[in-house]
Nanobody, 123 residues
Framework: QVQLVESGGGLVEAGGSLRLSCVASGRTLRRNAMAWFRQAPGQEREFVATIWSGGVSKYADSVKGRFTISRVNAKNTLYLQGNSVKPEDTAVYYC?????????????????WGQGTQVTVSS
């Protein structure tokens, strides 16, 4: 069993930066992929970025070049660094763990989810 807890959300000005953390408790996830998704009001959960155990990562086009996903396996922690944030980045950000299928961009492919942390980007 795995529990995921996100933190670091809040209000940030457009053009500024954000840094989110996700701490996993329970068994180690060092051999599993992890990901960030986000969900704005009235919208479906959207893929942001994923990182495999070996450090290879993949990003959504909407955040590519601005966001960086990383992990520290010894701390069971996942990070999301976002620069030059935009109002359209406003959403609840969720971390996910243990992908069940190869389609990592599909929210339904992930087994474990955190409760989410709100990020609001002002214009």
């Amino acid at each position: 069993q795995v529990q995921l807890v996100e933190s670091g959300g809040g209000l940030v000005e457009a053009g500024g930066s954000l840094r989110l953390s996700c701490v996993a408790s329970g068994r180690t996830l060092r051999r599993n992929a992890m990901a960030w998704f986000r969900q704005a009001p009235g919208q479906e959960r959207e893929f942001v970025a994923t990182i495999w155990s070996g450090g290879v990562s993949k990003y959504a086009d909407s955040v590519k070049g601005r966001f960086t996903i990383s992990r520290v396996n010894a701390k069971n922690t996942l990070y999301l660094q976002g620069n030059s944030v935009k109002p359209e980045d406003t959403a609840v950000y969720y971390c996910a763990a243990e992908v069940l299928r190869a389609v990592v961009t599909d929210a339904t492919a992930w087994k474990y989810w955190g409760q989410g942390t709100q990020v609001t980007v002002s214009s």
